[in-house]
């Protein structure tokens, strides 16, 4: 069950016992890997779940915190539904471009098709920051190149603990 709020005409907020979220548990991982997590096509809310349950179970990671969920507009290509975003707090043991490979992976576990820039899609994650570097490759840019310009990331950064 979700608890919904209205932020503005455009932004809605959602409140769940998993969304938002902070672990107390341990962890022997050593790198913090903040994702940014979203999707417009199919049931985005419940998908949101489920990969919270596969990475609560996945070794390889340790989920930290969730941020809530906000429901916003599309940008870039307009003529679609709105997103659903949320943001996530890792740690992993992964270097930065083998954690890429991990959640490029995870997308096409939940369905993720590639068809062109900001195209609907079923789930969508993004590396924002990852454990205080600076990377730029051009398969990677961390920070995310325009993280501080979205509301579907600030607006679930601002109510997280990090």
């Not at 992964?94 to 079923?122: C, D, G, I, W």
């Amino acid at each position: 069950m979700y608890l919904k709020r209205s932020l503005s005409k455009s932004l809605t907020a959602f409140k769940s016992s998993r969304f938002p979220y902070v672990s107390k548990a341990p962890s022997s991982h050593r790198y913090f890997a903040t994702v940014g997590i979203g999707g417009n096509v199919g049931d985005v809310k419940r998908r949101f779940e489920h990969l919270f349950f596969h990475l609560k179970r996945d070794s390889r990671v340790r989920l930290v915190e969730t941020s809530l969920i906000l429901k916003n507009p599309p940008f870039g290509f307009i003529d679609q539904d709105d997103f659903f975003n949320s943001i996530i707090v890792l740690k992993v043991n992964m270097q930065p471009h083998v954690f890429l490979a991990y959640l490029m992976r995870l997308e096409k576990r939940f369905a993720r098709k590639r068809s062109f820039a900001n195209a609907p899609r079923t789930l969508d994650l993004d590396i924002l920051f990852f454990d205080n570097r600076t990377i730029k490759t051009s398969k990677l840019s961390v920070p995310h190149p325009s993280w501080s310009k979205r509301e579907s990331v600030v607006i679930p950064l601002s109510g997280m603990s990090l």
